[in-house]
């Protein structure tokens, strides 16, 4: 008998019915003779609406009272999946964050674990029963008020679980199989992957790739905790991200993965000189804006020019504090693209395997496809491109790669 810990996000449990099947697969699972922790979401996309309905009533938006009001969603969701649960034949009990043993710091929207004490869920599953946890929530120690973990943060709170109560795995249910080698909607011909190891589904989720949530693969890596990526749809076996193993020969590609959320800032006419670059990024860095990609061309006659990529919604930050800081540094102008995407190739074999970069480059070459940034980590190639031309890009690289 194992222990599990079953996530499920929002277009899981969407509607009754929804909640119905989830509570099925859950008894099918305790049936098999493995104990289960599940963790819901909230249904849909409750969390969007509750966020435009505090937009629609309030300008200040206490944090406190988001906090409270968000993670309303995720306990609708535990009680009525226990309700369903009871008919399935299935004991089960639901907890908020906070019964859980979820204790956080109390940065309100955006809270980190600072200690997990699930006692309360081992007495249920010491008395047969399935706890039922409402995810992305926790409360404050320090002020004792309850806390949200931010967007995604069910599946935190899903690993947390999984390596607190030492499970044998935790399942990530969503509306996809698993993890693609390229987004199936640019790709169709994408395949899903049987395993990836959490390096590579980091730099992937890192750079577009939109589930698991980054901040629990990160977390799942630490710990190692095996996760298990799967539909809630038609429950067949879906992705396993886990330790590499060191014994197999590693994929050169594994996956092509893009991302359209960024803009990019370029400072032009910058004196080359120490000192200037450092103030710049603090600058930004105060202002929790959040740089990415960062490039300095070859001085010409002591001036240089610096591009960054931001997240659009840092990007008029980004503009303010490089406008603002212009004079000062002496640089000739400032100017901004929203028009950019990042097409990013990752595979733990690159490591070893020269020619990656070069394959990369002469693909996107003969497709007429113009390279704007480009940056490198030991196992990815990521590329500014026209964001015109990003789904392209994407379909040449896995067409020359992975197909
Ligand atoms: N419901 C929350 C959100 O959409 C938390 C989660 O699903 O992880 O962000
Ligand atoms: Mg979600």
Known sequence: MALVVQKFGGTSVADPERIREVADHVARTRRRGDDVVVVVSAMGKETDELLR????????????????????????ATALLCMALHDAGVPADSFTGSQAGFITDADHMNAKIVE??????????AAGRTPVVGGAQGVSAQTRDVTFLGRGGSDTTAVALAHALDAHSCELYTDVSGVFTADPRVVPSARRMSAISFDEMLEMTANGCPKPAMRSVEFARTWNVRLHVRSAFT?????WVQEED?????AIVSAVVHDTSEAKVTVTGVPDQPGIAARLFRLLADRQVNVDMIVQNVSDHGVTDISFTVPHEDLEVAREVTEGLQAEIGAAGVSTDHDIARVSLVGAG???????AATTFETLAAHGINIEM???????????VRQAQVEQAVQVLHDAFLD
Not at 235 to 239: A, L, Q, R, S, V
């Open 53 to 76: 309905l505090a937009a629609d009533v309030s300008k200040v938006r206490p944090g406190r009272e988001m906090d409270m009001l968000i993670t309303a969603g995720e306990r609708k």
């Open 116 to 125: 997990l004490r699930p006692e309360r869920l081992r007495e249920a599953l």
């Open 235 to 239: 429950w067949e076996p879906g992705t």
């Open 246 to 250: 060191p014994t197999m020969e590693q």
């Open 350 to 356: 690159m490591k070893t395997n020269p020619g990656v």
């Open 374 to 384: 480009i940056s490198t980590s030991a196992i990815r190639i990521s590329c500014i």
